[in-house]
Structure formats: structure tokens, C-alpha cells
């Protein structure tokens, strides 16, 4: 079973990450009975469980990105006036 990453599991409500540890604790028993087709199975609910906390890590990035360029566009400014008064 693949697990995600920490960043995406920091971001799965409550009931998400209890579902995703249960998923995963079932994936790991079937490996363990050699079941691969079925614990594929489970890797694909998995998969489907963790898009939503991939897409709010993605709107995290987004957000992180256009808060640096504000800034910078911010800074470029603040520079651009103080060489107009000198």
C-alpha cells in the first residue's frame, strides 16, 4: 500500500484520515495474506479519499504564490517611490 505524503495527510478532515487509516490498516492485512487484487482495490479508495486534500493543497500553493507576488510587487513599489523622492 502507498501511503501519501505528511503534507496530505496534515490536510484530511477528521472522518477523512480515520477512514484513510482504516483503509490502509485493511490494504496492509491483505498484502500480508498475499491478496494483491483485492488490496489494489483498496489502493484505488484510497486514492479517491485523498483528492480532496490534494486539491487543498494545491489552493494552499496557489494562495502562498500570489501572496509572494503581491509582496514582491509590493516591494518593487515601496523601491520605485523611494527613488522618486531621492
Known sequence: MRHCSVQV?????R?????????????????SQN??????????????LIQPAIERLKDKGRARDKAT???LAAKEQNEN???EIE
Request: aromatic letters at 12%.
Open 9 to 13: 495527510r496534515g490536510l484530511l478532515t
Open 69 to 71: 507576488q503581491e509582496y
Open 35 to 48: 491478496r494483491y487484487d483485492l488490496a489494489y482495490t483498496v489502493q484505488k479508495e484510497v486514492d479517491l
Open 15 to 31: 472522518e477523512e484520515l480515520d477512514r484513510y487509516n482504516a483503509l490502509m490498516e485493511v490494504g496492509s492485512f491483505l498484502e
Open 81 to 83: 517611490d523611494d527613488n
